[in-house]
Each structure stands twice: as C-alpha cells, then as structure tokens.
C-alpha cells in the first residue's frame, strides 16, 4: 500500500519540487522508515514504519528514471539507464549478506547508513534537471546546469536551445492549452492521459511493466522462491539455491550495466531477453508437469536440476536486458512536461499489479497447478514478446529531443517509416545509431 501511495505522490513531489529535491526527501524519508523499523517493538509500529518504506522506495523509482534520463547525454544515457535495475539487485544481495551474518534490528541499522552516505556523498552535489529547469522557466539556471554536465558552451548552447523549442512544440501540440510551466494536480494527471504525445508511450510502458514484469511470474518467482524449489524436490537446499541465484542474476546485472548496455540497441536487447523468459518459465512449466505424472524422473534424477536452471535463465533475461530496458524508456520516451506525473502513473498501476500478482499467485497454483500455473505465465510471456516487437521504438543513442518527435501528433512520425530504413552504421546487433551530435565527437 505504501508503494501505491508514494508511487503517484513521488511523480507529483518530482514535478513540483524538482527531481534533485525529490531524491533527498525519498533518502531522507528511507532513512527514517529504516531506523523507526529497526526501533519498532509492536506490530501496528511495524506496519506503520513499512509503510513508510514502501512509500518512500516507490517514489525512487519514479524519481531516478527521470532523473537520470534527462541529465545524460545519448551515449551515457544508454549505460545509466541500466543502474536503477543494477542497484535494485546489488542492494538486495546486500540486505542478503548482511540479514544474515546479524540481527535483523541491527541488519537495518547498517543499512540505514546508506541513504545517508548516498546524499552526503551524491546528491547535494549534482545540479538540478534543465529540463525541469526550463520547464519551470528557471532558463539560466538550467544553463548553469548544462555547463556542469556538459562543459562544452557550443554544446550547452545547442542542447538548451533544442530544449526550449521542443517544449514550445509540445505546449502548442497538447490538445488543452495550459500556461503553466509544470503540472497541478489531478487537472494535469486528466490532460496529460488525453494527450495522444503521452498516452501512446504511456500504454507501451503500462503493459510492460504491469503485464510483461508482473504476470510472467517474476513477482510470483521472487516471493515464493524457496516454496518453488522446496516444491520442485531440487536436489540440493533450497535457501543457499535462492542465495545463489540472487548473486548469479546480479554478476549478470553488472556484466550487463558496464559491458552490454552501451552497446546494444534497446529493440534487439528486449526481444532476445524476452525469448529466454520464454523459454525459462516452459522449462520450469515442463519440470512440473513431468514431476506430476511421475514421467522420466525416477530413471533421470538429474532432471531435478531443471527448476534450478529454468530459474536462472529467467534471470538471466531479465538482468541482461528483460528488467532494464522499460525503465530506460520510462526516463525516455514520455514527453517532459508529463515524465514525472506519467512515471508516477505507471509506478501505481504496475504497484497494484504487483500485488494482485503476488497474492493470487498461490489461488492460482492450487487451482491448476504449479504447471498450469507457469504455462499460463509462459503464455503471457509470448504475449509480451509479441506485443513489445511491434510497439517498442529503437531510442539508442537518439537525443531525447529526437525521441520525442515519434510520439508527436503531428509533423513527422518515426514509427511510419519502416524500421531498416532508419539510418545505422550497421545491420549489426550492436551497431550505433549515426547523430550528427556533439555528443559522439
């Protein structure tokens, strides 16, 4: 409940207050929740400090995608893009590591230091969005903020005009003229989802992260793990399996954020993820089917270890690309003026998506079993792959300026021309886009 909430509120407390003021209060509110659980010794305590927590870490995820999103340039953008998953799964080994060598009340002290370091050390010195700047017609200081980022006049000067003007285009584009420089309130939240600009993207990100992370069964693996493998009857303990896939997909997630991400066009990336999730969640569908009619496993043993790799190639998907490449375009392809409200959106719908997942996972494994169960996640995984070829746009390397001219309504529209006829250096699955760009000089 308290992701649902923070959510939609974090995407409101980003467009108002600023992205870089919104990530110290989510870190200072982290901080809180933390120590008051860690202080908690009755349970309406507890609920209240989780809260707290959930509210606090869903805003995160709406804030750092636009955040980062809009600070970078093209090329960096291509490997920042992948941190927000990268953290995701190194701060959970962490909490592994460390929840099990001490007490839980002293595991979150320690990590409590975190949000902390992470402000003292990061956030107080990094300048503001210029876009956002802009936005709210602060045009000098987002300046001075280009100049620290980029630290090239020609280029500030260049980006900061295309800035302005591709504001300018989307304010006359909207279908209800609002003279404000940010958003208001639900008023904006109603204009924004009546804008074809923002409501094209926006249900692109919507199924993926809503349907093609939460119905597969990723939630349903992550939860229920141990049960799955205690289930499985793999022959090995099922909590050191657990411990060892979460480190497997995280060695995956930083091979992935420094050596793959920049490198490789976002439409290629996804679909062949996708084609693992696939083949992971038959393969684990197919264990269970064979365990329940006794078929092959009595004279194979060595079957049981099929679960165990089925899981670790869904993982393998999902931190090769699977988990990252949405919330790339989340900072990406949603139009400025509505990037933080829609990411806001799209955090509440994909929260409650999330839970109802979770929790009907077990109604559902009873009712058809755990075979059914992952075929029916593999079937929505197939449907995922094939809503995701023929919506997802290619953004590598484009400027976020460039992006945005593929969901205008109107001018010209990226997606109409056929997808080989976009100029590349190569047919190569990890060929560049060619920009005439300061940004590749």
């Known amino acids: 409940m308290g992701s649902m909430v923070g959510a939609l509120v974090g995407g409101l407390q980003c467009q108002f207050l600023g992205r870089k003021k919104s990530l110290i209060i989510d870190n200072i ?13 009755s349970f309406p305590a507890l609920l209240l400090f989780r809260f707290i927590l959930g509210f606090s870490v869903a805003s995160l995820f709406v804030n750092v995608p636009s955040y980062t999103g809009e600070i970078c340039q093209p090329k960096v953008r291509s490997l920042t893009g992948s941190f927000i998953m990268f953290c995701n ?42 876009i956002w700047l802009v936005m709210n017609n602060k045009v000098d200081a987002a300046k001075a903020s280009l100049v620290r980022l980029r630290g090239n006049m020609l280029v500030v000067e260049s980006e900061l005009a295309r800035i302005q003007a591709s504001l300018k285009i989307q304010k006359e584009e909207s279908l209800e003229e609002n003279n404000k420089s940010c958003c208001s309130g639900m008023k904006e939240i109603v204009d924004a989802l009546r804008d074809k600009s923002f409501l094209k ?3 692109i990100l919507v199924f993926l992260h809503c349907i093609g992370f939460e119905w597969i069964g990723l939630a349903f693996i992550a939860y229920y793990m141990v049960g799955i493998l205690i289930e499985a009857e ?26 793959i991400a920049n490198r490789v066009k976002r439409r290629p990336m996804f679909l062949t993820t996708a084609i693992a999730e696939v083949v992971g969640l038959l393969g684990i569908a197919t264990y269970f089917l ?12 060595s079957i049981k270890w099929l679960p165990v790799a089925s899981i670790m190639l ?18 990406e392809i949603l139009p400025p003026y509505a990037r933080a409200i829609g990411s806001g959106l799209l955090g509440l719908l994909s929260n409650c998506s999330m839970f109802v997942a979770t929790k009907v996972g077990p109604t559902i494994t009873t009712n058809i079993g755990m075979d059914g169960a992952f075929y029916l996640h593999s ?23 460039d992006i945005e001219k593929i969901y205008r309504t109107k001018g010209d529209n990226l997606l109409t021309k056929p997808l080989r006829s976009r100029k590349t250096s190569s047919a190569s699955i990890i060929s560049f886009y060619e920009m005439n760009s300061p940004y590749n000089k």
Not at 29 to 41: A, D, E, H, T
Not at 236 to 246: E, S
């Open 29 to 41: 509110v982290v901080f809180i929740g933390l120590v008051g659980l860690s202080f908690s010794y």
């Open 89 to 130: 799964s190194g701060g959970m080994c962490t909490m592994m590591v460390i929840g099990a060598t001490v007490k839980w009340r002293t595991a979150l002290l320690v990590i409590s230091a975190f949000p902390v370091l992470v402000i003292l050390l990061l956030i107080i010195f990094v300048p503001e969005s210029p």
């Open 201 to 203: 993207p926006f249900s």
């Open 234 to 259: 793999i022959p090995f303990d099922p909590y050191l399996a657990c411990a060892g896939i979460a480190l497997f997909r995280f060695s995956l997630m930083i091979i992935f954020a420094f050596a």
């Open 290 to 301: 064979l365990k329940k009619y006794d078929i092959l496993l009595s004279d194979y043993p």
């Open 314 to 331: 869904v993982y393998a998907g999902f931190a090769m690309g699977y988990g990252s490449v949405p919330y790339m375009l989340q900072g």
């Open 379 to 401: 079937a929505v995984a197939i449907m995922t792959l094939v809503f995701a070829y023929f919506t997802i746009p290619e953004t590598f390397n484009m400027s976020l300026e």
